[in-house]
């Protein structure tokens, strides 16, 4: 997920992109999907994140981190909106989310742990304001990478995105290098960026459906409209998207064989404390790429023991599925995988 062919690493550490080709610049990204409680963002210099040389030390030089903007691109805008002068039903903006952290972290070291223990497992007592999963509902677990959550959070400490002239200035430039630079990923992650950006999409519809509705009705959606949602992200990018399970809700879920082995593979991983790898498989034509689908709390309402479960909830996930298999989770656990079928 390295920005350029030949492995340079880039960061934004001015808003003037003319002045991008200096000695050792590494861009480092943000990717979350952060639950927090309405907030104004608050004031401080933000010379602090555009003149950061000084900041940044030889060891963060020559780490090897991924692509921030394309991260922040496939995971976080459908819920975070990047234009500070714009609200989301589904979570704070952007610069209200790094308004926040940075106003209780205003050290880089801690700033970026903060946000990283975060990003690495989502949950109510992580959430810096958890009045904020009440009001957005918990994030979904995007089972990020170690260098994926330091990106995140070192890009969004480096960067002014609070103020209106990132928006305006350095965004649409962003958008554009991303868009030029995609064919230079990888396998692996062209497909993460193919799956994330499905899943943030069908999880901003979801947790907007949750909010005004509740829980019942985003059952009945899920039911009619997840396979939309993915259908359509499959045309966008050109390649063929799909969630599959061993104990799947709908039955055109259920894994092949290739496919649990995946997910036996992913098991063994958890239960070895480990941070899940995706995989690639390459064929002929095809590459295969297949990402987790991890659980948290905001999975366990429709997910979890049927004995917690809301009794309505219950009832309708049983008349729609009615050989559901997708209940009894606890948190932390592999729900399923991500499968992306891709040309070469």
């Known amino acids: 997920m390295l920005i350029t062919k030949r492995g340079e690493r880039i960061v934004y550490l001015r808003f003037n992109l003319n002045h991008l080709i200096m000695k050792k610049l590494i861009f480092i990204g943000v990717s979350f999907l952060f639950t927090l409680n309405s907030c104004t963002p608050t004031e401080h210099d933000s010379s602090q ?7 940044v030390g030889e060891a963060d030089l020559t780490e090897q981190l991924p692509d921030g903007f394309q991260l922040l691109q496939s995971t976080c805008f459908s819920c975070h909106n990047p234009n500070p002068a714009s609200e989301s039903v589904a979570a704070p903006n952007l610069a209200a989310l790094k308004s926040v952290y940075f106003k209780n972290f205003p050290d880089e070291a801690n700033f970026v742990d903060a946000m990283s223990a975060f990003l690495s497992n989502p949950s109510a007592d ?38 209106e002239e990132w928006y305006t200035q350095v965004f649409p430039k962003e958008e554009a290098r991303v868009l030029a630079n995609r064919a230079d990923l990888s396998y692996v992650d062209r497909g993460f960026e193919y799956a994330m950006a499905t899943k943030s999409i069908l999880g901003k519809n979801l947790k907007e ?11 009945q959606f899920c039911n009619i409209n997840a396979s939309h949602y993915t259908d359509s992200m499959s045309a966008v990018y050109n390649a063929e998207i799909k969630r599959v399970s061993d104990k799947p809700r709908n039955s055109r879920n259920q894994a092949n064989t290739a496919e649990l082995k995946i997910i036996n593979d992913f098991k063994t991983q958890l239960a070895n404390g480990e941070i899940i790898t995706p995989q690639t498989i390459e064929e002929e034509d095809l590459v295969y790429g297949y990402y987790p689908i991890e659980t948290n709390d905001m999975c366990l309402k ?13 009832l309708k996930i049983t008349e729609l599925y009615p050989s559901d298999k997708a209940t009894g989770y606890a948190t932390n656990q592999l729900r399923g995988i991500w499968v992306v079928k891709m040309m070469k």
């Open 209 to 219: 459906k949750i909010n005004a509705e509740g829980t019942l009705a985003a059952v």
């Open 302 to 314: 429709c997910h979890g023991p049927i004995e917690t479960m809301d009794n309505e909830t219950h």
């Open 126 to 163: 992580k959430a810096i304001l958890p009045g904020a999963v009440n009001q957005y509902g918990l994030m979904p677990q995007m089972s990020l990478q170690a260098n994926q959550s330091r990106a995140t959070a070192l890009y969004l400490y480096a960067n002014a995105v609070e103020n």
């Open 49 to 55: 994140e555009v003149n950061v040389e000084n900041e």
